[in-house]
């Protein structure tokens, strides 16, 4: 949907020889957030953006690290599941570990696993294994 993208135009010159690194940090703060309850939307713009600051701060490797270790803690090692069978039978059930995560909201007891869950508007088109669903 377009009232959900977020673009940035940038224009600089590489040099041949020269690498060009480009980071990119985003975060949601929303008035349902337990913590920003009646706040106002500059004072949740100004903690986005300390935010963002202090992870840039921290850097890629540090932030990869750290959710690296919390998605141990918190699904790996809490339901660890093996099959015995092909790489791609265990890619598969880690992969729907990994969604089955993302859905169901843990921080915040005032909310439900979304109503779309896997059927929301990345998957419309396309199914299981790329086939097209008419």
């Known amino acids: 949907m377009d009232r959900r ?3 940035g135009g940038y224009e600089l010159e590489v040099k041949a020889g020269q690498t060009l690194v480009i980071e990119k940090c985003s975060n949601v703060h929303t008035g349902r957030d337990k913590d920003l309850e009646g706040k106002s939307v500059s004072v ?3 903690l986005s953006l300390a935010a963002c600051k202090d992870e840039l ?3 890629y490797d540090a932030l990869a ?16 599941i093996q099959i ?3 790489d791609m039978d265990n890619f598969a059930i880690h992969f729907a570990q990994y969604h089955l995560r993302l859905m169901v909201p843990a921080h915040d ?8 869950g896997l059927s929301g508007e990345g998957y419309r088109r ?4 790329g086939k097209i669903w008419v």
Do not use: C, F, H, T
């Open 109 to 116: 007891n005032r909310m439900n696993i979304g109503a779309k």
């Open 57 to 59: 701060n921290l850097g």
């Open 5 to 7: 993208k977020v673009y």
């Open 126 to 129: 396309y199914g299981l294994y």
């Open 44 to 46: 949740m713009q100004e």
């Open 65 to 80: 690290k750290e959710s690296a270790e919390a998605w141990k803690k918190e699904v790996w090692e809490k339901a660890p």
């Open 84 to 86: 015995d069978g092909s």
